[in-house]
């Protein structure tokens, strides 16, 4: 039997009287990728400064590596790498500067670092960048930077807190390669992101948080299976409204957001039929996702914090 | 208050020091030999231009006092007021920056390195910058003549505690600023006020009684105390005294910043 790397049990956190993280339990298993998901204040960051032991919990308990935390942090974070929401990359360093001083915070010999630099510089494909001062990078550089410090010291979990918002597609895509590749290699990670193609690509398991509570867990598949119809047919235009309600016998479950009404259901044929004719509206055909589970599962309404 | 388990360690520990923290001290040194060369001209510039100007300057006006010519007098006791000034500033806005807008703080806390590494790592570096300083300062007065006793190596030892002291007071008000306005604060009412008390420019016997009883119990008037008569090529009559102030507002400062950094990251 083999024991997961990182396990949370019960754990609530509080500050002051609000609830951030509340009866939270998890575990990761070894080249495993966990996604939690969940809207901004949904106690994702905080549940990750608990696992570093950069906050206490209030209650329940968490183990790194068989260790207790926050009790042994410090030898548990010898085999994590963490990549934070924001970068903190140092600014009076170089890229490969930035990498080999990291190493020294986590007691590596020189020679191991000497040998991992230029490998990770490769890995963040920033070989031609290893002069240049994080000021002088691109967002995505920067993150493929902040990727490439967490792997230093060759960790076996990777906490990666939202590591692709404010990229571009293609630097989102070039991260998305680099992070497969990681656990092609057998590193578990633990991923928040609000990209729901992100979790659904990586994540073999995802974890819906909301209001620090887990609502739901399961594959990506398996959630949209447990929770939504097959079909989604999103219907927009100035007819939309009036189409919703014409039509709303058709689907299983009808849903306004906007301009935009979206009708959930397993037989499209009969509502795709009935708006072939209505020249009012466009609409969209599409297989339910992961998106359409977050939004069910967390509501529409945006979050005062967000 | 809540549950004593999401207390990490208590704020009041005693501090929990590892070889962590020496990694610490060298990515600021690897930082500092960067700019180390303007960084050493502004140290041997500075001092030399103010002991030049107002040493010979003011000094041929004045004469001698406490039986020694201006220019003595003013760089024996400029040069600790150099220890405290470096190891403030730095210890103030450059750590400030580190912990609060660089985030310098918050990327080395992710790798197996502890807050209590990092306050000591950034106490003792400020102080090794302090020195730096003041060696450059005890060159320049070699240099012009003012001293040449072999004794006023023993003064670096003195400058480097001082640096100590004023790193972990510097530490203390860093540890509870909100922004770098803060830190003019305790330049103006706390910084500039003892350098005028501890006769560092002027016997403090030309001030009221109350004060020199205010000022006998300073850091600076201690630092200056006991550098003085050492970079001059004598030894200091009390060294006790001095000494023991000085080590005590270095341990009184260091724990406090201590508790209040830890505060301000785990509060």
Known sequence: MLAPLLRIAHLTKKFGNSTVVDDLSLEIMAGECLGVIGPNGAGKTTTIRV??????????????????????????????????????????????????????????PRATIEARVPKLLEFAALQSKAGAKPGELSGGMKRRLSLGRALINDPDLLILDEPTTGLDPQARHLMWERLQNLLHQGKAILLTTHFMDEAERLCDRLIVLDHGRKIAEGTPRGLIAAHLETDVVEV????????????????????????????????????????????????LHRPANLEDLFLKLTGRQIRDDA | MTAPVSMLVSFYATPRLTPSFWPVVMRNLLVWKKLAGPSVLGNIAEPLITLVAFGYGVGS??????????????????????????????????????MAVQKTWDSILNAPVALDDIVFAEMLWAAIKALFSCAAILVVIFLLGISRAPMMLLALPVLGLAGVTFASLGLVFNAVAKGYDFFTYYFTLVITPMTFLSGVYFPITQMPHWLQVVA????????????????????????????????????????????????????
């Open chain 2, 216 to 267: 006998e119990v300073l850091p600076l008037k201690a630092a200056v105390d006991l550098v003085r008569p050492l970079v001059l090529g004598t030894w200091p009559v009390d060294p006790l005294r001095p000494f023991l102030i000085l080590t005590a507002y270095a341990a009184c400062g260091y724990y406090l910043a201590l508790v209040l950094t830890r505060r301000r990251f785990f509060g």
């Open chain 1, 236 to 283: 927009y235009g100035e007819g939309a409204a009036a189409a919703g309600r014409a039509h709303v016998a058709l689907a299983e479950r009808v849903e306004t957001s906007g301009e935009t009404v979206f009708f959930y259901l397993r037989n499209a044929k009969p509502l795709l039929d009935a708006l072939a004719d209505d020249h009012s509206v466009r609409y």
């Open chain 2, 61 to 98: 006006l004045i004469g001698q006092i406490d039986g020694m010519p201006y220019i003595q007098y003013l760089a024996s006791g400029s040069i600790a007021v150099s220890a405290a000034l470096a190891a403030t500033f730095e210890a103030l806005y450059s750590a400030y920056s580190r």
């Open chain 1, 51 to 108: 696992c570093l032991g950069l906050t206490g919990p209030d209650a329940g308990e968490i183990e790194a590596f068989g260790l207790p935390v926050p009790a042994q942090v410090r030898e548990a974070k010898k085999r994590i790498g963490v990549v934070t929401q924001f970068d903190s990359l140092d600014p009076d360093f170089n890229c490969a500067e930035n990498l080999r001083v990291y190493g020294a915070y986590f007691g590596l």
